[in-house]
């Protein structure tokens, strides 16, 4: 199995930056595409942004594009989103997830997730 394990969520105010972190473990992290996924309060889960293996390419909801950034570091097993310039209707928790073939912004296309980190963005 992978496993995968969100940090560095919690309360910012408006206009603040959070960086989220991913630790991997369990198979070879290279070998999958990464996205980030966020479920806002009574909301279903909603896809943010994506990264190839190699990280070359990026892709991101418009909700965010240009305030986040996704980025790995293979070598550490670990993926990042970057939040810049945060809004309230950030609030969610934040998941990220694993996949073997793509990046998709349907959830179910993704083959693991960690627990979620939760964001709160107070006006």
């Known amino acids: 199995q992978v496993q995968l394990v969100e940090s560095g969520g919690g309360l910012v105010q408006a206009g603040g930056s959070l960086r989220l972190s991913c630790a991997a473990s369990?198979?070879?992290?290279?070998?999958?595409?990464m996205g980030w996924f966020r479920q806002a309060p009574g909301k279903d889960r909603e896809f943010v942004s994506g990264?190839?293996?190699?990280?070359?390419?990026?892709f991101y909801a418009d909700s965010v594009k240009g305030r986040f950034t996704i980025s790995r570091a293979n070598a550490e097993n670990t993926l990042y989103l970057q939040m810049n310039s945060l809004k309230p209707e950030d609030t969610a928790v934040y998941y990220c997830?694993?996949?073997?073939?793509?990046?998709?912004?349907?959830?179910?296309?993704?083959?693991?997730w960690g627990q979620g980190t939760q964001v709160t963005v107070s006006s």
């Open positions: 990264i190839s293996r190699n990280g070359v390419n990026t």
């Open positions: 369990g198979r070879t992290f290279s070998d999958y595409y």
């Open positions: 997830a694993g996949g073997r073939y793509g990046i998709y912004a349907a959830e179910e296309r993704w083959d693991y």
